[in-house]
């Protein structure tokens, strides 16, 4: 097992175990094909799932395993950690796929896998503050080491028509402009830097969507997107990927929101129409019944996948 440090440490606190269950895992395995061997990468390891099963696929797969979360590299570096040297970790966005590749992988990288979603992990965790499920700090931020600004200090500074647009753009919240004014005018008051506090002020502001579904979430998907740059993220790693896959390489992306499927639907049908790449997926795959009962949290997922051709395709 090598550690490509990028400015990892291992969190003073333990990590614990992982609760993230990979999501479409049997179609992600199908439509990669690790048994092929040679050099694959998990864009967003999170926990290990999908890691651990492309490993597990043959004993000639060699993997480049990042995130930017370094709880979420530690936890995989655990799990991954019975498959030595054939795992290489890196800290570090998925954006900078290009630059953390190993010379002998660059332009044969068989297979590359990126899951756009935040894991259970960090959902489940309240000081990272994702989730109003739990009280915690108004954080978001995935690497907190290097990002400097939290939602509570953008919920601070940004102006209305700012916090409108970013409800309304990132998290396609219809109420929008309600939510930023009512946002306004309870910092005259006191600084929001919990997440219950804000998840309670905006479920006093608008009503429950049907469904069952919390006020508060898009408000939430918006924020941790600003904080993150996750679509500028995304944007730069589906430019990328492709260039450093290999003769017959693949690569699959899963998203969570119309926002980031958006995204990927139409980088991928770009590298289509090039005549370079096939599309494997043409309508994309969401998880059937049996997976949405088994982990709802899987509900809104979409898998997409291309192939580069190979010579004489």
Known sequence: MILLCRDFET???PVGPTSHTPVLLDEVIEVLQPER????VDATVGGGGHAEALLEAGPDVRLIAIDRDSRALARSQERLARFGDRVQFVHAPFSALEGVLPEQARGCVAGI???FGVSSDQLDEPEAGFSFQHDGPLDMRMDRRSQKTSAAVLLANAGEDQLEEWLREYGEERFSRRIAHAIVQARRVGPLL???QLADLIERTVPRGRRGIHPA???FQALRIVVNRELDEIDAFLESAPRVLGPGGRLAVI???SLEDRRAKLAL???VRSGDYR????RGVVPGPAEQRRNPRSRSARLRAVARQEAGE
């Not at 599309?279 to 043409?282: E, F, Q, V």
Request: aromatic fraction near 12%.
């Open 113 to 115: 896998l990126a899951d």
């Open 37 to 40: 061997g040679g050099w694959f």
């Open 255 to 257: 998203s969570f929101h």
């Open 194 to 196: 919990r997440t219950t």
């Open 217 to 219: 979430t898009r408000t």
């Open 279 to 282: 599309d494997l997926l043409p």
């Open 11 to 13: 969190p003073r606190r």
């Open 269 to 271: 049908r770009n590298e």
